[in-house]
């Protein structure tokens, strides 16, 4: 991708940008002859090598990547963001098997195309799960904001990217959240008849709940949970919900103690 820069408008400076990643995975042969065969469909589709018919591909391809939509590639194109340019963007070398029946089968690339590579292992390559690689966003130039990274996470349960700028911005998220405060917690009691009420919790501002409460007559009073009780509720809920960070151990203990015990 070439851009010019915004802070010079009198003069075009060129930038070459890189997003590029390197890794082996070892996988079972079968799983790896998927690949192998998903990279032949991906070249053909692409004009970048002879045509080759779907039925060549054999039956666990069109297992994998069943017709859709009239087309017989139709899910295999689901891979990739451009149909019309099916490429994943990268070099794939598969080794010869090992006395284990595995093969490592490694993913290069200076562009490399992050989403279809990873939808491809989670598709194809259900041996190599869960695995994970990860990329870096590079110039060649020195600019501001133009450096990064991510990785992708490939369980049996789906696929998680995550990149550079979205960490950071959790991690700054995080430190601003301040430690729990008593002070802050909000404590709104409703009263509906002598034995009936709720009371409605918030901490900092932001409502947590409107809880029933349990009314019970002390004395010749009748009396709901004391405000320990919802203070604890509110401190449960806002370490739950990082609305505030966690106390000291001691400090917890004396809070959570107003909770009941579970038994």
């Known amino acids: 991708m070439i851009c010019p820069p915004a802070d010079n408008p ?11 990643s390197s890794f082996v995975l070892e996988m ?12 032949r469909a991906s070249e053909a589709l692409s004009d970048l090598a002879d045509e080759v018919s779907y039925a060549d591909l054999g039956p666990r391809f069109a297992a994998l990547f069943p017709p859709k939509d009239g087309d017989d590639f ?9 149909r019309n340019f099916p490429s994943f963007d990268c070099d794939i070398s598969i080794d010869t098997s090992n006395a284990e029946g595995c093969c490592a089968v490694s993913f290069n690339g200076s562009n490399f195309g992050v989403e279809q590579v990873a939808k491809l292992i989670f598709t194809a390559c259900k041996s190599a799960l869960p695995c994970a690689f990860s990329w870096a966003f590079t110039c060649d130039r020195l600019r501001p ?20 700028p979205a960490m950071v911005g959790r991690a700054l998220a995080a430190a601003a959240i301040l430690p729990f ?4 917690v909000a404590i709104e009691h409703k009263r509906f008849s002598v034995t009936q009420g709720e009371v409605l919790v918030s901490y900092n501002g932001q409502r947590i709940e409107q809880y029933g409460d349990r009314i019970t007559l002390i004395g010749k009073d009748w009396e709901g949970y004391p405000d320990a009780f919802w203070i604890a509720v509110a401190y449960r809920e806002a370490i739950a ?6 106390l ?4 917890e203990a004396a809070i959570m ?5 579970k038994r």
């Open 181 to 184: 405060d008593p002070a802050c």
């Open 10 to 20: 009198g003069r075009t400076h060129m930038a070459n940008h890189y997003l590029t």
């Open 241 to 246: 919900r990082s609305l505030a960070k966690r």
């Open 145 to 164: 904001d133009e450096f990064g990274g991510g990785c992708a996470v490939i369980t049996e349960a789906g696929i998680n990217i995550d990149s550079t």
């Open 248 to 251: 000291p151990v001691p400090e």
């Open 28 to 39: 079972s042969t079968e799983d790896a002859e998927m690949v192998r065969l998903a990279q």
């Open 257 to 261: 103690a107003h909770l009941p015990q």
């Open 74 to 82: 139709g899910s295999f194109l689901d891979l990739f963001d451009d």
